[in-house]
């Protein structure tokens, strides 16, 4: 698919990775629906990005009902749909057995509901609607695009939730592409590592650095841009299917 012919729908896309990949698309000539719960930063978003170019739409990507709707209006503002990006996420951390009680199992079923449900939710109404789209080369109709994380593989202390939450999204990545072949819709599935997000921007400098530290080349946090790189490649390039891809400097984390 030629970037340029994006038409993409972007969960999480008013901030951190999201907002990232929504930068790269249209600096490359796509259009881009920002999807997200939270409303507060989606105007200075669209506003970066052009409101020819951007529109905010706002969801709980956990509910069925609202994937179906909400996608829908962003295929019909685009006029098509090609691209699907699940950037949207939360930490859920917490360890198993807390020093005060044992995790409420609300935090494992709403870290789980938010990361894997949602993303399956999204990737499942993008993908009834990519299935009417005129083919491409390779009869191509379109690309779906998961986040993941290196706490997949290596969860710490106190990532249970998460890395299970993560898992489950590699884990679908693979029956997914098997199953959309018919329909000629990729899937893939990115696992970025420590990167700079609102969520580590706001701890200690001292914290950052030594995250930096750890990874092993190149010691640093990896950047917004890279990742959004890296969605960029996986639409252009047809021969990726049906893997995750580490983004990681070559870090494994250690048990904490």
Known sequence: MKINTIKAVITGG??????????????EGGRVALLDVNADK???????????????FQIDVTQEDQAIEVIAQAREWMSGLNVAMNCAGILGAGRVLGREAPMPLSTFSTTVMVNLVGSF???????????????????????????ASVAAF??????AAYSASKG???????????????IGVRVMTIAPG?????????MPDKVQQSLGESIPFPK???????????????????????????LDGAVRLEPK
């Open 14 to 27: 008013v901030s951190g990775l999201g907002f990232a990949v929504a930068e790269k698309f249209v600096a």
């Open 42 to 56: 989606a105007g200075a978003a669209v506003d970066a990005l052009g409101k020819d170019n951007a529109r905010f």
């Open 121 to 147: 939710n999204i990737a499942k109404a993008a993908a009834a609607l990519m299935a009417d789209n005129d083919p491409g080369e390779d009869d191509e109709r379109g690309v779906i695009i998961n986040t």
């Open 154 to 159: 290596e969860g710490q202390i106190g990532q």
């Open 168 to 182: 489950g999204v590699i884990g679908m990545t693979l029956p997914m592409a098997r199953e959309f072949t018919r």
């Open 194 to 202: 420590v990167f700079h997000t609102p969520m580590v921007d706001i």
């Open 220 to 246: 640093r946090l990896g950047q917004s841009s890279e990742f959004a790189d890296l969605a960029a490649h996986i639409v252009e390039n047809r021969y990726l299917n049906g893997t995750s891809i580490r």
